[in-house]
């Protein structure tokens, strides 16, 4: 590895590291019980829908996306074309596109294969986290990028995976009365909160959660879609708003 932007001697690189990681490590534990209750949800409602034990690890791991693995159920059921599932899938998870156009400028040092696996691996909360910790303007630094990436990747997805295969093994003995529904929505608002960052992520939230509401009745969960779309729309034209705002202030 060659000298990085900001001086950092090689030597120096790894202990950087493993401090950015422990610190990620402990920046991301108030959120993991969440997390892991999240997994145990997505993973009894997979069950309940009619995917076997092995489908539904299947989809933990390969999917690892609860918002789509939940979308999808629906379509399932209904036993629609697997280009719809696929679609449907695509469109939910379409905000990791930005949250990967946001933190691929902070990792494009490292090799391919490490740029790759990261993707695999972010989620709502490395968004969330590595953006407080390392704003826009650091995007020219290196230093505990890497290692605090992977700290909050690896715990987000252990607590995870682990919460899924314990709801696929458990979900028959697990009574409703438990309302880990309940605890697995508080995780996702623990993720939200932090990424509502400035007006334009907040008309975005606010759109998506209002159209969520008056369309939760379409099939299909469709009107999950439509949110998500008017929500997208709504945080793009805002930010475009406040730009040029901006710009006529500063002629």
């Known amino acids: 590895?060659?000298?990085?932007?900001?001086?950092?001697?090689?030597?120096?690189?790894?202990?950087?590291?493993?401090?950015?990681?422990?610190?990620?490590?402990?920046?991301?534990?108030?959120?993991?019980?969440?997390?892991?209750?999240?997994?145990?949800?997505?993973?009894?409602?997979?069950?309940?829908?009619?995917?076997?034990?092995?489908?539904?690890?299947?989809?933990?791991?390969?999917?690892?996306?609860?918002?789509?693995?939940?979308?999808?159920?629906?379509?399932?059921?209904?036993?629609?074309?697997?280009?719809?599932?696929?679609?449907?899938?695509?469109?939910?998870?379409?905000?990791?596109?930005?949250?990967?156009?946001?933190?691929?400028?902070?990792?494009?040092?490292?090799?391919?294969?490490?740029?790759?696996?990261?993707?695999?691996?972010?989620?709502?909360l490395t968004m969330a986290l590595f953006s407080q910790r390392f704003p826009p303007h650091t995007q020219p630094e290196r230093r505990g990028k890497e290692g605090y990436a992977a700290g909050v990747n690896y715990m987000n997805w252990c607590a995870w995976q682990i919460g899924s295969v314990l709801g696929i093994v458990l979900a028959s003995q697990i009574p409703q009365s438990w309302g880990i529904a309940f605890a697995g929505t508080l995780a996702l608002l623990a993720v939200l909160i932090p990424l509502t960052m400035n007006a334009a992520a907040l008309a975005g939230v606010v759109v998506a959660a209002a159209l969520a509401v008056l369309t939760v009745h379409w099939p299909y969960r469709l009107g999950l879609l439509a949110a998500l779309i008017a929500g997208m729309v709504a945080a793009m034209a805002v930010d475009k708003l406040i730009g040029r705002r901006e710009k006529k202030e500063q002629t």
């Open 1 to 124: 590895m060659g000298k990085l932007t900001i001086g950092l001697p090689d030597h120096l690189v790894p202990a950087a590291e493993r401090e950015s990681f422990r610190q990620a490590v402990a920046d991301s534990a108030p959120a993991m019980a969440g997390i892991f209750a999240w997994g145990m949800v997505t993973a009894m409602a997979m069950l309940k829908a009619g995917l076997t034990a092995g489908q539904a690890l299947g989809m933990t791991f390969i999917v690892f996306a609860g918002s789509a693995q939940l979308a999808c159920l629906p379509l399932i059921i209904a036993n629609a074309s697997v280009w719809i599932v696929f679609a449907t899938a695509l469109v939910v998870n379409l905000r990791f596109v930005i949250f990967s156009a946001s933190m691929g400028p902070h990792l494009s040092h490292l090799p391919w294969y490490k740029r790759l696996w990261h993707g695999y691996l972010n989620g709502d």
